[in-house]
């Protein structure tokens, strides 16, 4: 069984900088789709970015495009979400995600994942 374990969240100021990391085991990590969604208070989930099971394969949501980088270590089956020039509108908590899926594909909604990490709360003040 896949489970996923987020970490890296906190408290910043805008304009700082955060990464998250995703750790994975339980499965094949080469063998899934990674994605990063976030849902703020009152919100509903949504995607942020995700990386295919090829590294150079990645997909973002327009807000977080040139700010937020996503990757992974197929040697560390960790993935990460490296957020610059971060605004307070980016408050959230964050998820990672896993799909088992093929090698180009990268889901961009949140029922095609098979696992859940717990959720890291980001916060950043204006």
């Known amino acids: 069984q896949v489970q996923l374990v987020e970490s890296g969240g906190g408290l910043v100021q805008a304009g700082g900088s955060l990464r998250l990391s995703c750790a994975f085991s339980?499965?094949?990590?080469?063998?899934?789709?990674m994605g990063w969604f976030r849902q703020a208070p009152g919100k509903e989930r949504e995607f942020v970015g995700g990386?295919?099971?090829?590294?150079?394969?990645?997909l973002y949501e327009d807000s977080v495009k040139g700010r937020f980088t996503i990757s992974r270590d197929n040697a560390k089956n960790t993935v990460y979400l490296q957020m610059n020039n971060l605004k307070p509108e980016d408050t959230a908590v964050y998820y990672c995600?896993?799909?088992?899926?093929?090698?180009?594909?990268?889901?961009?909604?949140?029922?095609?994942?098979?696992?859940w990490g717990q959720g890291t709360q980001v916060t950043v003040s204006s």
């Open positions: 995600a896993a799909d088992r899926t093929g090698p180009w594909y990268i889901p961009q909604v949140g029922h095609e994942y098979d696992s």
């Open positions: 339980g499965g094949t990590f080469l063998n899934y789709a």
């Open positions: 990386v295919g099971r090829r590294s150079d394969v990645t």
